[in-house]
């Protein structure tokens, strides 16, 4: 598919507004709903964004979910009162039908964070990030550590063992639970009362999006690039930052 062939935000706006009981929408946080910030902590949420996604969830009769490398409890935090059907540290942890699925690390995980965090205090400016279940190594403070962080990442992974894989994205390197990826947890939506028989769109702004892009492309669904056009990709449409895509969700939630 070309450039010029990419599906736009009025194709998704005139898709959902025409036919809202035939789509279920799939959203990242960062990257996507979310301008990126320097660290994790740092990024806002504007205020007005929480109220207009649960209005377009209910326009889609509740066929809306987050999809994000964060914890759910980070991404409740983020969006507080609000809680959607969600996928948290990439599919590992899920909110289907109300229930709450989560991961519990044992001791041996936690001994892996504290380790890789005492290592990784040698390279000023990056941050290692504890997810609960994962653990996350930021370098966009120092991307002159890049090849650094890979090789730590790559040690702790083998020392964590087979439960654990490492997941690369955007400036930053995160060890998390095998077995899942954001497209499996699309999948699991689909198989829910409220997302069944619909077609998917999914939206996100990196590698760790590829997976649910695929799952959606291959469910006869859409899915859209947030950012660069430079990044290679498997969705069919694309849009230019997340402004545009909140832009996209005020014109949807005030239908």
């Known amino acids: 598919m070309t450039v010029q062939e990419l599906m736009t935000a009025d194709d998704l706006f005139e898709m959902i507004r025409s036919?809202?009981?035939?789509?279920?929408?799939?959203?990242?946080?960062?990257?996507?709903?979310?301008d990126l910030a320097l660290t994790p902590d740092l990024v806002r949420v504007p205020e007005d964004l929480a109220g207009q996604v649960e209005r377009l969830a209910d326009h889609l009769g509740g066929a809306l979910a987050l999809v994000t490398g964060r914890a759910l409890a980070d991404a409740d935090h983020l969006f507080q009162p609000l809680k959607l059907p969600a996928a948290g540290l990439h599919g590992a942890e899920l909110r289907l039908d109300g229930k709450l699925l989560l991961v519990e690390p044992g001791p041996d995980f936690a001994a892996v964070?504290?380790?890789?965090?005492?290592?990784?205090?040698r390279y000023p400016g990056v941050l290692i990030e504890d997810k609960g279940a994962a653990?996350?190594?930021h370098f966009r403070l120092a991307p002159q550590f890049e090849d650094e962080m890979q090789a730590l990442m790559r040690s702790y992974a083998e020392q964590a063992g087979p439960d654990w894989a490492l997941q690369f994205g955007k400036m930053v390197i995160e060890l998390r639970p095998a077995g899942s990826n954001k497209g499996g947890a699309l999948e699991r939506f689909l198989k829910t009362d409220a997302f069944a028989?619909?077609?998917p769109i999914a939206l996100g702004d990196d590698l760790t999006d590829e997976a649910m892009f695929a799952i959606s492309n291959a469910r006869g669904g859409q899915s859209f690039r947030v950012g660069a056009?430079?990044?290679g990709t498997c969705a069919t449409g694309r849009l230019a930052s997340p402004t545009e895509v909140r832009n996209l969700i005020a014109r949807l939630a005030a239908i």
């Open 135 to 137: 653990v996350a190594a």
């Open 197 to 199: 028989n619909r077609l």
């Open 113 to 121: 964070k504290e380790g890789l965090t005492a290592d990784a205090a």
């Open 229 to 231: 056009e430079e990044a």
């Open 19 to 34: 036919e809202p009981d035939r789509h279920a929408l799939f959203l990242d946080i960062d990257g996507t709903l979310i």
